[in-house]
């Protein structure tokens, strides 16, 4: 076949062609898989939490679909901080609004996630010259006690909790110095303080307290304490980089350098990796995200993974095999557009799903027991994760197609080629390659498929 303004040419012929995936469906048999998480759920099942979407709403929504099931309504608007219990059953979440005397509240409050309603809620006080301003929320395995960074006004609200009462109390605050995060390690409560530049472990026991990092003259942000090594992760802010601080030592050991400023940090489950996420700064449009490893002996970066403009906080399934960022669509002229969870593939550090969700951005860990996502994608040969380039000799191109997240369950996915729009070098279908669809099944434990597509080859330069 002849096409006027080409030229013919004995060399391989080379052209683009996308394999797009019409549609994603899951069978039967994965419903029943995926109602079994390892961890036993009380709760609504494998769920992301994403608070504020709607006017003082916070949505249940299925961990692999994000279709709506079900909604709690918060009592104070603009939640800024959410956690859960260890078995998906409550909701913890603080919020800051106006209360009936249209007076400004911070709240915290404890939801059933169950039956989608409110066991309790107390008034976080207006301390020494602010509000608290709630960065984070944490709760003791036995929910009978949670801790509230309160980074406003300097202070950990203790709320007591006798939930087969009704009662959610107040009990005496900490002072630790604008607590950024808090997080339960090992039977303690450890709290990272940006105006005393410290790490603090508080002993849930009897609330004392005790200095187990200091980074003077260091100011930090967010920590993360592992709790295999004694070691916590500290973002420095101003400078680009994460300390390393000795919690046995009580000094700073080391420092990892990165492209941007961190933002936030997510310590994998097993404690191999470190997630970043990375604030590439002011117009760039991509933030990313950064994958730390050699914890506890050389830590280095071990890869970047590009997201979108807007990349925040980060939260991770009970296996590790998915970890999740709040993020936003990249809008016109740099704005922010819509927002949406940044699904990551950690077995690849792939970026493997991005869907939309109207809500979000409140520090915590919003990924409830027993999530998945079962994401489906191309193993890219390049920058572009569905648009691949190959000579017309080759005789076919196989691509690879890989189950992302997880391996339970059975999954199908239905597929078709599309030619690229990238001008005259597109391939067209029945000149170039021949037109193929079908549908790729993935049986327990499998994780990869190929799709194989013959090419035509016409002695042509070009499509």
Not at 206 to 215: I, L, P, R, S, Y
Not at 297 to 311: D, E, K, R
Not at 350 to 375: E, K, R, W
Not at 392 to 420: D, F, H, K, P
Request: one cysteine or more.
């Amino acid at each position: 076949m002849f096409r006027p303004m080409h030229t013919r040419s004995h060399y391989l012929n080379r052209y683009s062609l996308v394999l797009l995936v019409l549609f994603f469906s899951l069978l039967a048999t994965f419903g029943a898989a995926q109602a079994a998480p390892q961890t036993p759920t009380t709760g609504p099942g494998p769920v992301i939490y994403v608070p504020n979407e709607g006017f003082a709403i916070t949505t249940l929504r299925d961990s692999n679909s994000y279709d709506l099931l079900g909604s709690v309504a918060i009592p104070v608007a603009n939640t800024s901080a959410i956690n859960h219990s260890a078995d998906g059953a409550l909701l913890y979440s603080v919020s800051r609004g106006f209360n009936q005397q249209s007076e400004v509240v911070d709240q915290f409050s404890v939801i059933d996630l169950t039956t989608q309603s409110l066991l309790g809620s107390v008034d976080l006080p207006f301390r020494g010259a602010s509000h608290c301003t709630a960065s984070t929320v944490v709760a003791l395995p036995d929910n009978s006690k949670a801790y509230v960074a309160c980074e406003g006004n300097g202070f950990v609200e203790v709320i007591h909790m006798n939930l087969a009462l009704g009662e959610v109390t107040l009990g005496t605050p900490i002072y630790t110095g604008w607590p950024k995060s808090a997080q339960y390690v090992n039977g303690s409560v450890y709290v990272s303080n940006t105006q005393s530049n410290t790490i603090t472990r508080i002993d849930p026991l009897t609330d004392q307290t005790e200095v187990v990092v200091a980074t003077h003259p260091f100011i930090i942000q967010d920590a993360v304490v592992d709790p295999f090594r004694p070691y916590a992760y500290i973002i420095h802010i101003f400078n680009n980089r994460i300390l390393i601080g000795d919690t046995n030592t009580h000094g700073v050991v080391g420092t990892l350098d990165f492209a941007g400023q961190p933002i936030d940090l997510l310590l994998s489950p097993d404690g191999e990796r470190l997630y970043v996420t990375v604030d590439n700064g002011e117009g760039n449009g991509q933030d990313h995200i950064a994958v730390v490893e050699g914890l506890g002996s050389a830590p280095s970066i071990a890869t970047t993974i590009p997201v979108g403009v807007a990349a925040t906080y980060l939260a991770s399934n009970d296996e590790g095999s998915c970890v999740f960022a709040w993020d936003f669509v990249n809008g016109v002229n740099g704005t922010f557009g819509s927002r949406r969870i940044d699904v990551i593939d950690t077995a690849t550090a792939q970026l493997s799903a991005q869907p939309v969700v109207s809500g979000g951005d409140a520090d915590g860990d919003f990924v409830g027991p027993g999530a998945v996502s079962l994401a489906v994608y191309f193993e890219p040969d390049s920058n572009n994760q569905n648009t691949f380039s190959v000579g017309e000799g080759a005789g076919s191109i196989q691509l690879l197609v890989r189950r992302g997240c997880s391996s339970q369950g059975t999954v199908q996915v239905n597929y078709a080629t599309q030619a690229a729009n990238n001008g005259y070098d597109a391939a067209v279908a029945g000149a170039d390659f021949e037109a193929v669809n079908g549908t790729l099944t993935f049986a327990q434990g499998e994780l990869t498929k190929i799709v194989e597509i013959p090419l035509i080859n016409d002695d042509l330069y070009g499509g």
